[in-house]
């Protein structure tokens, strides 16, 4: 297993981590709990988790594998998405007792969407609880978690409250966040990708994600990992593991990992380009738009229409979990056209609009 110093916090990172979200069997304590002790024997030194991940029983798992663990052999990190700092603190509590720890080593501000978002956790007190706690030795480091576009976290991150940010990214997003990844590179503070799979996207559909494959990677979850820490501002790839055939998968792909260099990175980006003909790359220059329609996130949703053969459910759960948009505003386009003069992949975006759900 690779390591990687996590920003500034002195410590050293898995370049894989445990993502706590996708146990196969969470009622099933016992099992659960083995596929985290079979990742931390294979390497992995950091896991993550969060109070509702698996029908709320993702913590009680990990605090089930942890007592078996040296308290030194692993990192933990778990999230607070409350505003007042009164909730934070009942939620912090709650994680501390679950996962059986005196310390959570990474506490993220969970899922900011939008810059008024960032405000509100001010202004109710939840960032103020969080460093009190940090204070007193609750946390070791705070970070935060979003799915905001790149320029928007890089503003919440040059406020320097964070030693490190979780986002997305991934073969299909990466232009939306990579402003965001670059800027938390120039900061030095950790940076923990999420969804380098594509949500399961990128596996299930080999034959879109072919262009990712290398020499050292010859298949779709090897390369796309590769591609994610190929960037080197990435601290960890984040995978949500169902079960211990996919841990052994993921360590597998990082031993043979040889970062691409600056040519082979170019030739991705434009294989990418290529083979993403007809896909939104969320680079974001159809924006602005008269009506305030944030075109990029309604496209990608589009995207995922297009990659699970017209399953509108996966649309819906994409604007609800994954952005925070709601099916109406897409319904608000007033045909200008402006978007589509600008798309760089001159995408039929008025129709899309129009086809989505
Ligand atoms: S065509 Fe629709 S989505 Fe595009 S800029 Fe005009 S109003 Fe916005
Ligand atoms: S719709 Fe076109 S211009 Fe807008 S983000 Fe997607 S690819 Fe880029």
Redesign the pocket.
Known sequence: MLYRPFGKTGKNISVISFGGMRFSTPKNLEKSADTLLHAQQQGINYFDTAPIYCGDRSEDIFGHAFRQLPRESFYVSTKCSQATGENLRKSLERSLQRLGVEQIDFLYIWHLMNPEDWENRQQQGAIEAALQAKEEGLIGHLLCSSHMEGEGLSKVLDEEIFEGVLLGYNAINF??RRAAVEQAGKQGIGVVTMNPLGGGLIPQNPEHFAFLKTATANDVVSAALQFNLSHPAITTALVGFADIQEIDQAVAAVDSFIPYNKEQQRELQKNIEVSFNG?????????PCPVDIP??KY??SYNQLILTNGNRQAVLDRYRMHWNITPQQAKECIACGA?EE????H?P?IQRLAELP
């Open positions: 232009p939306y896909f939104c790359t969320g680079c974001g220059y159809c924006l075109i990029p496209l990608d978007c600008r798309c760089t992949q995408l975006i």
